[in-house]
């Protein structure tokens, strides 16, 4: 398998422009997870997916960002407008949940965002 | 809300020498605990979890980790480290109680640094 696939994966912008972030998880997975990293902060869960369907949005900072998964393969993550305090790596995961618990979730590379 | 906490945030050690890596974690019930490793501009990978059974786990690389409720600690060790072990470790926690243990939290990071 592939792994999770994160695009771009760098990715600078200037303030006030909107930015995609798209993400493809790990075939027949059902969960999908959306984290961003800066060192302030650390690794931070902002929303994630089962089914599709938006679980747990509570992480996401603000009405600037949303995230979608439109169908079991693809998820998006947009910002807009974007500010320089949005300067991070954004990672996708995915993981499969079977038997009453909780699967490994597995990371994709990361999207390293930069808004000057 | 869980919080943990890695009260190290950077550990030198000399290749080939035993490595500690401490984690503590808030709540007392019932919780999944992981291990992840970061190497420089990747995603994280799993390296091991604990969710029900011997409190030791072993994992890849060598890795392994305890358990311990009564002190709310999940620590890692590896007995012999290598230089390829240069990477930072991040614990993680999930209440099994609040999204059905999918909800993982992440501790600040401790970043290993093997030399020679």
């Known amino acids: 398998d592939a792994g999770v696939i994160q695009s771009p994966r760098h990715e600078v912008t200037e303030m006030g422009q909107e930015v995609t972030l798209r993400c493809k998880p790990i075939s027949g997975h059902d969960y999908l997870f959306w984290y961003r990293q800066t060192m302030m902060r650390g690794l931070e869960l902002l929303i994630y997916f089962n089914n599709n369907v938006p679980i747990d949005d509570s992480g996401m900072p603000e009405d600037r960002f949303s995230a979608k998964m439109p169908n079991a393969s693809f998820s998006t993550l947009k910002i807009q407008p974007s500010e320089p305090r949005d300067s991070a790596v954004y990672f996708c995961a995915s993981s499969l949940r079977w038997g009453g618990r909780t699967d490994t979730q597995y990371f994709g590379p990361g999207t390293r965002l930069t808004v000057l | 809300a869980q919080s943990v906490t890695q009260l190290d945030s950077q550990v030198p050690v000399f290749e080939e020498a035993p490595v500690e890596l401490r984690c503590n974690y808030s709540s007392s019930v019932s919780v999944y605990l992981f291990w992840y490793v970061q190497y420089p501009n990747q995603g994280l990978q799993l390296l091991l979890k604990?969710?029900?059974?011997?409190?030791l786990v072993k994992g890849i690389n060598g890795f392994e980790a305890e358990f311990n409720k009564s002190q709310t600690s999940f620590h890692l060790r590896k007995p012999s480290v290598h230089i390829s072990d240069t990477a930072e470790y991040f614990c993680?926690?999930?209440?099994?109680?609040?999204?059905?243990?999918?909800?993982?939290?992440f501790g600040t990071g401790t970043q290993l640094k093997v030399e020679l």
């Open positions: 604990y969710l029900s059974g011997s409190t």
């Open positions: 993680a926690v999930s209440d099994i109680l609040t999204g059905g243990g999918n909800k993982l939290t």
